[in-house]
């Protein structure tokens, strides 16, 4: 099998530490290393917990800082901390990783990884997409190198953080405006189909009997069970987790081919991915893949299999 070259771009939250435990096992890919973004939780705690995620896989991957804040530091970047905690995973407690950040930035090594795949490159990008914008605004000949990007981010539909905007986007809007338009085919894992991809309590209880990664997935994500089941959610939304097994299996899922642009000046619709889903009347350019459905119980299964992986 030829292996896709992947760069997994995080803001290591709860959903986030599953996504990357995932996407390790995931055969089709050949994960070259992780750019971190400040979003759930700023970026030293982003860092600091995607070491510790990669260190209870078992892996040995480059980790990269990227930005701190949004493309424009005046925008009031929102965290996660109420649904992450205070350390962006659950308050789990665990030891600092062993091995420190690379002293490149993110964008930069993506450049470089880009250059070194030749065109194969895929992004993965579960969180606010600063260092992509970064990167595309440094390099003007990226475009050209990169094959793909899978998003978690955005919905035609509604948002999380205000009615219109979903978390990823509204925090730095301006950024994903530039990934939209960069010429690189997004795929855009939005609210529309990850508010489908939940676990209830039962079934976390099951995979926290799987082995110590089932158990680590079950225990960080507890509190944000909690929120979402008296929130009158059936379980907890593993969105970013969604992004990336759609990234590998896209038959598990539903799609459209949609033309999308990020408003960024609207009062109350700033972050929302306003999505076109008609011919070339609106936004004549089809930039996006849209996936809005998913068949949840082969979703829930092929995360069980993948973590399962661990002990196999
Ligand atoms: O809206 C959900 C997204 O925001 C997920 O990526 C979660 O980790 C947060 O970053
Ligand atoms: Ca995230």
């Given at each position: 099998m030829e292996r896709?070259?992947?760069?997994?771009?995080c803001d290591t939250g709860i959903d986030d530490a599953i996504a990357i435990l995932l996407a390790l096992k995931i055969p089709a890919f050949d994960i070259k290393g992780f750019t971190c973004v400040a979003g759930n939780t700023p970026l030293p705690k982003v860092l600091r917990n995607t070491g510790h995620v990669l260190e209870l896989a078992g892996v040995d991957l480059p980790v990269y800082a990227g930005a701190?804040?949004?493309?424009?530091?005046?925008?009031t970047a929102?965290?996660?901390e109420h649904v992450h905690g205070k350390n962006g995973l659950g308050d789990l407690e665990f030891d600092d990783p062993k091995r420190a950040p690379e002293s490149m930035k993110a964008w930069d090594y993506i450049y470089e990884e880009a250059k070194r795949q030749n065109g194969a490159l895929e992004l993965i990008a579960t969180a606010p997409l600063t260092n992509l914008a970064m990167a595309f605004l440094k390099y003007k000949e990226l475009p050209k190198l990169i094959r793909r990007i899978v998003i978690m981010g955005g919905a035609a539909s509604y948002g999380n953080v205000t009615p219109a905007a979903e978390f990823n986007i509204y925090t730095d809007p301006e950024a994903a405006e530039i990934v939209f338009n960069s010429g690189v085919p997004v795929h855009m894992v939005g609210l529309d189909v990850t508010l489908k991809a939940w676990f209830n309590a039962e079934e976390s209880e099951k995979l926290s009997a799987v082995n110590e990664q089932g158990m680590f997935c079950h225990l960080v994500g507890r509190g944000e069970m909690r929120y979402s089941l008296g929130h009158g959610f059936p379980g907890?939304?593993?969105?970013d987790p969604c992004a990336v097994i759609y990234a590998a299996y896209p038959e598990l899922y539903k799609t459209d081919t949609v033309g999308v642009h990020v408003e960024t000046l609207g009062k109350?619709?700033?972050?929302?991915?306003?999505?076109?889903?008609?011919?070339?009347?609106?936004?004549?350019?089809?930039n996006a893949v849209i996936v809005y459905d998913v068949d949840r119980e082969a979703f829930r299964d092929k995360v069980f299999e993948l973590i399962g992986s661990y002990s196999a």
């Open positions: 896709i070259p992947v760069i997994f771009d701190d804040k949004p493309l424009f530091a005046d925008a929102p965290t996660a907890m939304c593993l969105h109350y619709t700033r972050g929302k991915t306003v999505t076109d889903f008609l011919s070339d009347k609106q936004f004549p350019v089809k």
